[in-house]
């Protein structure tokens, strides 16, 4: 495997098999004070995500020096989180339930549209047509495993059941899925 001449696909499928590994030192890693904050779940996603985008800057060098590299995206992933609620602490950031994230996409939805502004009615439309833009530009496999899983609320078993996969495959394949979405929707940096 040489995931130098076609990163997009071996780089996925190392991360899929490197997940497990990640998801592991996160969890052993991140603290009780991150782990209140945030998820595993997320800040996997999140390493994923940054792994996907920065593929440009690593030389497949087998699996120990993938492994290696990964980890290391971990590490340097838990020390931005620490740093980032260590100044909040200091008042030199927002708060998290601040952050958009932390807002029910139904709920600002239904506000948009309450407040009537076309303006506004036009701003979610563009977000959503971007969000749709998005996903049409995922694999079959990675929209239909968001569509049940987020959109459906189905569980990973049955999502599973439904791809064909186990229920771990499906959590690994769905991580990669939203960060592939995720780095679709990030602004162009060009």
């Known amino acids: 495997m040489d995931p130098n001449s076609a990163p997009s696909r071996e780089l996925e499928a190392l991360l ?13 890693n991140m603290g009780a004070d991150l782990s209140r904050r945030e998820s595993c779940e997320d800040l996997v996603q999140s390493i994923c995500r940054e792994a996907l985008e920065s593929r440009e800057r690593f030389r497949y060098e087998g699996e120990a020096a993938f ?92 999502a599973a059941d439904r791809l064909g996969c186990t229920e771990s495959q499906s959590r690994g394949r769905l991580f990669l899925a939203l960060a592939r979405l995720s780095t679709r929707l990030r602004p162009s940096q060009g």
């Open 67 to 158: 492994r290696r590299w990964l980890l290391q995206i971990a590490l340097h992933k838990l020390i931005d989180r620490r740093r980032f609620y260590s100044a909040q602490r200091r008042g030199d950031a927002v708060r998290a339930s601040d952050l958009p994230s932390a807002w029910d996409i139904e709920a600002l939805a239904r506000l948009a549209r309450s407040l009537g502004s076309p303006s506004g009615e036009a701003m979610l439309r563009e977000d959503l047509e971007r969000l749709a833009t998005a996903l049409d530009q995922l694999g079959e496999t990675d929209r239909t495993l968001i569509k049940l899983i987020h959109i459906e609320g189905r569980t990973h078993a049955e």
């Open 16 to 28: 899929e098999r490197h997940l497990g590994d990640v998801e592991g030192y996160v969890r052993r």
